[in-house]
Nanobody
Framework: QVQLVESGGGLVQAGGSLRLSCVAS????????MGWYRQGPGLQRDLVAT??????TNYADSVKGRFTISRDSYNTNYLQMNSLKPEDTGVYYC??????????????WGQGTQVTVSS
């Protein structure tokens, strides 16, 4: 009943740009922090950027000055990725804190979108 749909991934050359989007849809009472996490060669999903309901942002050190997360509506966020490097390659997952009826707050994840940066 809740779905996070990501888009915008692709294959780019080093130094290029991509803009990822994530849209939360379905039945939920409230939504709070949204963010992006990258899964590289390993299994771990590492934080890339988050944005709170009050537009408070947090970034991984490796992307500061290059990536910008924004939120232009209640259920949508964007990750603008500039000056991309090969080490940015990975599957990018959108995460959102959602509250549904008769449930506690919990995290929901999108299906992931592939970002590949070539040298």
């Amino acid at each position: 009943q809740v779905q996070l749909v990501e888009s915008g991934g692709g294959l780019v050359q080093a130094g290029g740009s991509l803009r990822l989007s994530c849209v939360a849809s379905g039945s939920f009472v409230d939504i709070n922090t949204m963010g992006w996490y990258r899964q590289g060669p390993g299994l771990q999903r590492d934080l890339v950027a988050t944005i709170g309901s009050g537009d408070t942002t947090n970034y991984a050190d490796s992307v500061k000055g290059r990536f910008t997360i924004s939120r232009d509506s209640y259920n949508t966020n964007y990750l603008q990725m500039n000056s991309l490097k090969p080490e940015d390659t990975g599957v990018y997952y959108c995460k959102a804190e959602l509250l549904r009826s008769f449930e506690n707050w919990r995290d929901y994840w999108g299906q992931g979108t592939q970002v590949t940066v070539s040298s």
